[in-house]
């Protein structure tokens, strides 16, 4: 990111975030209470202290998937709204292998695992991206119907036939040989992280350093020069939908391995829409993606102890969040929108 368009995307995202907070201490003036205790009193709850930074880390796990996951997309030129849906499906798919195949050794069983909740992602994933390949649909369209599909299928099973009985919705635990071990006692924070920057780390190495990666970056940036050139649109179109939609089910695959050890019904509180704001926010760099879902992260752990240490409602967070959003994502999905017509005429 040292190319002045990058440089200049920095400064947008960083002066969205600060006017953001600005605004934010404006309705905290409102409401009576310093601007500087309340905003103090959410960085010291969510990095005062080793267990504070870790569990800070561990909310902005999730969100720095499906922030990867429509980085990638967006890489091509496709806006992967479905990561909600394709992670619930992902969470799914890994939670009935590991009930099912609890007889495995449990480095297979883990292996097989999450593989099937990858793979789950990834079929879901490329359902838009075929569409638009050889339909011209808009993925935008279908992976939203997706979602619906996936979060409604998923709570039927939890419900229904792998509902654990006398309980809210929710299945049998998963085997305990199998649960992500934490990397530091009293905290949620799991290996759920190596995952992560692994992801992060491979996903750069193949969009910026492989041939693969060159010509995905190129059909986004045109896909009508690229066919030209000799480039295969519709295969890369399908593939970052397909790569999209399985870096979206780790979302739900560590959270149910690392958190809850078994699947709950609502256990995402809109990680992949929130992931759409992240990967916009962080210029769907993997760098910028890891960013910003720690400051979101930051934000979402801080709130409690702000609310408790003054008269702040934790829906400031929000409020904050969602301005950074309106600053940030909503400019870049209307040119993204416009540049989606100009491509298709």
Known sequence: MKNPKNISELVKSLAAILLALLIGACFILISGESPLIAYGALIEGALGS??????????????AFTGLAVALGSRCGMLNIGAEGQLHAGAMASVLFALWFSFLPAPLLLAVSITAGIGAGMLVGCVPGIFKAKFNTSEVIVAIMLNYICTLFTSWLVNGPYKVEGSTAQTELIPESIWFGRLLPRTQLTYALLLLILTAVLMYIFLWKTSAGFKLRAVGANPNASRTAGIKVNMYLITSMLLSGGIAALAGVTEVFGKYHRFIEGFSPSFGFTGIAVAILGRNHP?????????????????????????????????????????VAAPELIKWQKQSRAKQH
């Not at 267990?51 to 902005?60: D, P």
């Not at 930051?298 to 301005?323: A, H």
Request: aromatic content about 6%; cysteine-free.
């Open 287 to 327: 760098a910028g993606v890891m960013l910003t879902a720690f400051l979101f992260g930051i934000m979402d752990m801080g709130s409690l102890r702000m609310s408790r240490e003054t008269m702040v409602s934790t829906n400031m967070v929000t409020v904050v969040q969602s301005l950074v959003i309106l600053f």
């Open 50 to 63: 080793p267990q504070a930074l870790a569990n800070t880390v561990s909310k902005s796990i999730p969100l």
